[in-house]
């Protein structure tokens, strides 16, 4: 490129949009062949949330589910938690760890890619990769007659399912910040798994715990998932109570994530 080109590039403000998009466009597109060639994640965060829903709702809790079919909706909300949220979590948090530890994340800023375009590949995989977790679980729910739901209900369930990915994401981010890639998988399953279980997320919880359930995401979502359901036996918050500690989950665990990534890289 000679010296006029140059100017001109200048002159014309950077590159055009159309690059712009291609670069996002490129950055996903490796994002999710990491994941895919990646088995140890891949295979668990598509198969598990799937086979543990139909191991409960189809064998384990069959008759409860026939006598009262919000008992079905209730699993089939919990396990699609699950499903959208694992890739978001894992696949982030492990990635990003692993990255930093590697030195590609400085490499990958010190590159000519637009800012944040890996990040944006990372949120976009980790939704993506959750909503084909997700999409097994609602064709055997149905499949089965286990989900008793009008498809308008069934739509915002889903809707809600994907865009609550978005705190895990963010959760992931945070953690994929913090602490190196060998140890990333393990503090991710110290803050998940204590969650789908204190939360109340697969089964209620006596009332001497219900103090600390607020205290996990998995629980706002599932409280969202009722109301956008109509199970008004499962609902324990208000809707805007739920969507606002979901929003401060979310912006407390970015803010944490980018003050990490600024300060070490």
């Known amino acids: 490129m000679n010296a006029q080109a140059i100017e001109n590039r200048i002159i014309a403000g950077g590159p055009s949009a159309r690059r712009i998009a291609g670069a996002y466009l490129q950055e996903i597109r490796c994002e999710a062949l990491r994941m895919m060639r990646n088995p140890g994640l891949a295979l668990p965060v598509l198969i598990m949330p799937v086979a543990l829903y139909a191991l409960f709702a189809l064998l384990i809790s069959g008759e409860a589910i026939a006598k009262d079919p919000g008992v079905g909706i209730f699993l089939f909300a919990a396990f699609s938690i699950m499903g959208t949220s694992m890739p978001a979590l894992f696949g ?66 889903s809707l809600l399912m994907v865009a609550c990915a978005i705190p895990f994401c963010a ?23 204590p969650g789908c279980y204190l939360s109340g997320m697969f089964f209620p919880l006596p009332k001497s715990m219900h103090w600390q359930a607020p205290l996990w995401p998995q629980f706002h979502v599932e409280q969202l998932a009722m109301h956008a359901a109509g199970i008004e036996k499962f609902q324990f918050l208000p809707v805007q109570i739920s969507l606002g500690s979901l929003i401060a989950f979310t912006v407390t665990f970015s803010a944490v994530a980018i003050w990490r990534l600024a300060r070490k890289g």
């Open 171 to 193: 959760m992931g981010l945070m953690i994929g910040a913090l602490v190196r890639g060998s140890a990333a998988p393990a503090y991710a399953n110290l803050l998940y798994i």
């Open 92 to 157: 982030i948090g492990t990635s990003l760890a692993l990255e930093r530890e590697m030195g590609l994340h400085k490499l990958k800023r010190a590159q000519p890619a637009p800012t944040g375009s890996w990040l944006v590949a990372k949120i976009v995989c980790g939704i993506g990769f959750g909503l084909l977790a997700y999409l097994p679980i609602v064709i055997l729910a149905t499949a089965t007659g286990k989900l008793s739901l009008d498809t308008g209900p069934l739509l915002n369930m």
